[in-house]
């Protein structure tokens, strides 16, 4: 939970964040969902996998992570 808060540069504790968690608390379908999200970051960091640039950039989009190139934050 905390790096979609971060990510959305929210505290825990602020309504989106508390909103966010209520609604996982109480939607299977997206609790299961957000699991299977967390249990990959969880192993790409754990056993450190590196993936050809074009499979990195296909998992950042699919994940809704990536950056728009002519947008640049």
Do not use: A
Not at 22 to 36: I, Q
Not at 45 to 68: A, I, M, R, T
């Amino acid at each position: 939970m905390y790096h979609l808060c971060e990510t959305l540069g929210e505290d825990l504790d602020s309504p989106k964040c508390v909103e966010i968690k209520d609604h996982l608390d109480n939607c299977e379908n997206c609790r299961n969902y957000f699991k299977t999200i967390e249990t990959t970051i969880q192993f790409y960091k754990q056993y450190n996998v590196q993936l050809p640039e074009e499979s990195h950039n296909k998992l950042l989009d699919f994940l809704g992570l990536k950056e728009d190139e002519d947008n640049p934050d």
